[in-house]
């Protein structure tokens, strides 16, 4: 009896050490002070940046121009720690063995995401290079037609020491109808989806053999889509209207809105290739979309100054429905048009009437890296936590097969308390290991603030 109560009072202790390593261990990493392990959004990050009230300061340093008034979702300034930290990277991971200590990041997204990548880059020392459709269908096997080349994709070499891995593939939007914008010969009838699949080979060709795939994968897409309605299918803005409309696209007639059959068609087909990145990209950190900025326009005539974007209420109809989806499937979602609007010029907002300035895609990249470290963390904790409570149930499985019996039976107990106690130390080990297995966690969200 008395072996039976000390074993129960090991069992006990060593339950509750683990349960303080733990602890202790969330207050140290924990990136966000309100983290938890969702189980309905077990792939999205907790922290809703965009969401909280917040307020533009243009006078501040990279990474510090969007503050957000909320202190339990703190936004944390990675991006200006990055150059040093790329400096000491070797001392970085010396100090946390077998953590990731590169940023590695896909955008499946159309011109608004190589410009963000362009400028981050360059920011961060490196060089991006475009490469035309000529250079990028042979590897997929297809063969292109015509002598105006086209860029396809984006990639960023040398950023912060080689560290900051980025590629930007240019998708061809999701609408169902119409050719691929402009699709060369031979990439007729190449949808989003197959594109997304191709990506994993240009990805694998472009970055080092040793490279891994990417932790960060950025889906979104639309300006695309309306520049395919106003150039190639200007029937399907004017037929749900009962309108006969004709190439080239007469704007004065454009309806204000884009009708709803336009509209839930386009939000299955992004909701399908949301689905399909995620299949592809599973071993990915986290995945994200984003809304996107809205073009500017003329007030008299309430039309975009770029002709193919049409009328701003177009975009801000497929902005609600990419908000809609990303709640509805679980994804981690960057308000890009909301995070501009908080900057009142609009002339510092958007470069060319259409895409955002470098600050802002500064500040955007910031964003990017708190979700990353959030999402990760959150990976981590589960990983650990569900190995430590499994330990936890196979010492009291053991702890329980104590009772009086015979003296053989005494002595199968025994046996089997010695076994209880030696989980117990392997529990407590399993607690102990999860501290220093932060592979799941890439070095740089380690900085202290």
Request: glycine content about 4%.
């Amino acid at each position: 009896l008395n072996l039976f109560i000390f074993q129960h009072i090991q069992m006990s202790m060593v339950n509750i050490c683990n349960i303080l390593i733990l602890f202790l261990v969330t207050l140290y990493f924990r990136p966000c002070s309100t983290i938890y392990y969702s189980k309905i959004c077990k792939s999205a990050s907790v922290c809703n940046y965009e969401s909280q009230p917040a307020v533009w300061l243009p006078q501040q340093n990279v990474g510090e121009r969007l503050h957000i008034f909320r202190n339990n979702c703190p936004l944390r300034n990675y991006a200006s720690q990055l150059p040093k930290w790329s400096q000491n990277i070797k001392s970085a991971n010396s100090s946390t063995p077998g953590s990731d200590v590169s940023i590695r990041i896909l955008f499946l997204s159309d011109s608004t995401g190589a410009y963000l990548a362009c400028d981050v880059c360059s920011y961060f020392g490196g060089k991006p290079i475009s490469f035309s459709d000529i250079e990028v269908f042979p590897l997929l096997g297809l063969t292109v037609n015509r002598t105006i080349s086209q860029a396809r994709m984006v990639q960023c070499e040398g950023a912060l020491n080689g560290s900051l891995k980025i590629m930007v593939l240019y998708m061809p939007g999701v609408h169902g109808t119409g050719p691929y914008h402009h699709g060369p010969e031979g990439t007729k009838g190449m949808n989003a989806k197959q594109w997304i699949s191709n990506s994993l080979l240009l990805w694998k060709r472009y970055m080092s053999p040793l490279t891994a795939l990417p932790n960060v994968v950025v889906t979104s897409m639309l300006f695309w889509d309306l520049a395919r309605m106003a150039l190639k299918d200007p029937d399907s803005i004017f037929r749900p209207y009962n309108i006969n409309a004709h190439i080239p696209l007469n704007h004065s007639a454009l309806p204000p809105l884009l009708h709803d059959s336009t509209v839930e068609s386009w939000r299955l087909n992004f909701s399908s290739v949301l689905a399909w990145s995620r299949q592809v990209y599973g071993g990915a950190t986290i995945h994200l979309t984003h809304t996107f900025e809205i073009p500017k326009s003329d007030f008299k005539t309430g039309l975009c100054l770029r002709p193919h974007m049409l009328r701003p209420s177009y975009a801000h109809q497929l902005n609600i429905e990419i908000r809609k989806v990303a709640h509805q499937m679980c994804w981690s979602m960057v308000d890009y048009y909301g995070i501009s609007s908080l900057v009142e010029d609009q002339n510092q907002r958007l470069r060319d009437d259409l895409h955002l300035s470098a600050v802002l895609n500064l500040e955007i990249f910031n964003i990017y890296l708190n979700h990353l470290c959030e999402a990760a963390y959150l990976q981590w904790s589960h990983h650990c936590s569900v190995n430590v409570q499994n330990e936890m149930n196979r010492e009291l499985v053991d702890t329980n097969g104590v009772n009086d019996g015979n003296t053989e039976t005494k002595k199968e107990n025994n046996s089997s308390n010695t076994n209880a106690s030696s989980r117990g130390k392997n529990s407590l080990n399993s607690a102990m290991d999860c501290i220093h297995r932060t592979r799941f966690i890439p070095a740089f969200c380690h900085l202290s603030f």
